[in-house]
C-alpha cells in the first residue's frame, strides 16, 4: 500500500515487530527518538505518523505536520494527552489511539515490584553483588498469603493483578466506582479509607482525570495506610505527589515505595543523567532511597504481547480510515465550548 507512515519512539528491540505486523504493507519509517521540535522534519513526506507516550504532539508540531500534508496522528498508547486536541481540529488531523493492550504487562510489573519489596529481593542482591553473603534483619519479611494486598481501580490492569496475587494466595481487597461482577468475584470491595488502613500492599491502577484526581497518593491518603505498608504506582505519574511520598518513606510511615511513572516524565525518563544536580531534589530524594525504592522507567507495556496489540490495533487504525473514512479507535477533537 502507498501509504508512509512515520513511527516515532521505536526501540531497537520493537523494529522486528513492526515489519513483522505490517500486514497492509504500509511504507514505514522507522524513527528511535520521540518526536520532538527538533526532528519534527522527519515526518516532511509522510501521510500519517504514529506517536507513543512522552512525544510532542503541541499546537506548533501539529503545524508543521498539516503543513508537511500528514493527515493523520496517531498513537499507539491508550493515553493521549500527548497530543493538542484542539489543535488537531485546527488543522483538520484526524486522531486515533489504542483503546487497551495486554493488561498482564502493567499486572506482572506492579507485582514484580511489590514482591521485590515485600521480599527485599533489591536489597538482598546489591549486598550480594559487593560480595556480601551475610544475612540481616532487614532480609525478614512476611509471605504474602499472609498479607493483604489493597487493589485501587479492578477495571482490566487492577483485576488482572488482583487474581495474580489472590493466586499467590494473598487476601485481595478492591476499591472502584464501579464494582464489576468479574472483580467482585476476586476481591473483598471496601471503602478507600478501610483498604488504606489493612492493606499490607497498596497498588494504583486508576485512570488521571485532569482536574480531579492529580497527586491523590498525598499526605492525608497516606496518612491513612497501614504502618510500613508498601505503595506501588503503576498508572500514572500525576496521580502521585513525590514530597508526601519522600516524606512518608524518610518517617517510616510507609516501608517501600515504586513507580513506573512521574508527571512530566520526559524530562526524566528515557535519558542517562551524569549530574545528579540535573534531577528534580525531591526525585533525586526517592532515588536516594533505594533500594527501598524502586523506580522503572515506563516500562509497564513493555512486553511481546502488549507491542503486539499496539502495533496491530495501530496499523489496523490506519487500514480503516483509509478504506471505511473512519476507525473505532478515533479521538473526538471537538473543541471545548
Request: hydrophobic share 40%; aromatic share 10%; glycine share 6%.
Amino acid at each position: 500500500m502507498n501509504f508512509k507512515i512515520v513511527c516515532y519512539g521505536v526501540r531497537e528491540n520493537e523494529t522486528a515487530f513492526f515489519h513483522k505486523l505490517n500486514l497492509y504493507q504500509f511504507q514505514l519509517k522507522l524513527i528511535k527518538p520521540l518526536l520532538t521540535h527538533e526532528n519534527i522534519e522527519t515526518a516532511e513526506g509522510a501521510d500519517g505518523v504514529l506517536l507513543r507516550a512522552n512525544c510532542t504532539a503541541d499546537r506548533k508540531n501539529l503545524k508543521k505536520l498539516q503543513e508537511y500534508g500528514v493527515k493523520y496522528v496517531f498513537t499507539r498508547t491508550v493515553g493521549y494527552n500527548h497530543i493538542d486536541l484542539e489543535a488537531a481540529k485546527d488543522y483538520n488531523i484526524y486522531v486515533a489511539r489504542v483503546p487497551s493492550y495486554s493488561p498482564n504487562a502493567i499486572a506482572e510489573l506492579a507485582l514484580t515490584l511489590a514482591m521485590s519489596l515485600l521480599r527485599h529481593t533489591a536489597y538482598t542482591t546489591a549486598k550480594t553483588a559487593e560480595k556480601d553473603f551475610t544475612v540481616d534483619p532487614v532480609m525478614f519479611s512476611k509471605e504474602v498469603r499472609n498479607c493483604k494486598v489493597g487493589i485501587i481501580g479492578t477495571g482490566k490492569i487492577g483485576l488482572t493483578e488482583a487474581k495474580l496475587f489472590k493466586g499467590l494466595g494473598a487476601t485481595v481487597l478492591g476499591y472502584d466506582i464501579y464494582q464489576s461482577a468479574a472483580a467482585r468475584q476476586v476481591v473483598t470491595f471496601k471503602e478507600l479509607d478501610e483498604l488504606l488502613k489493612d492493606s499490607d500492599i497498596v497498588s494504583i491502577h486508576v485512570p488521571y482525570l485532569p482536574g480531579e484526581n492529580e497527586k491523590m497518593i498525598n499526605e492525608s491518603f497516606i496518612s491513612k495506610m497501614k504502618d510500613g505498608a508498601i505503595l506501588i504506582n503503576t498508572a500514572r505519574g500525576e496521580l502521585q505527589d513525590n514530597e508526601a511520598i519522600l516524606e512518608a518513606l524518610l518517617t517510616k510511615k510507609i516501608e517501600g515505595f515504586a513507580t513506573d511513572v512521574f508527571a512530566n516524565e520526559k524530562e526524566i525518563f528515557f535519558q542517562k543523567f551524569t549530574n545528579n544536580d540535573e534531577l528534580d531534589p525531591t526525585v533525586k530524594g526517592l532515588i536516594e532511597l533505594y533500594p527501598r525504592v524502586l523506580i522503572t522507567p515506563h516500562i509497564g507495556s513493555n512486553t511481546d504481547e502488549a507491542l503486539k496489540n499496539m502495533i496491530e490495533t495501530s496499523f489496523q487504525n490506519f487500514y480503516d480510515v483509509l478504506t471505511n473514512g473512519s476507525t473505532p479507535n478515533a479521538v473526538s477533537v471537538t473543541k471545548n465550548s
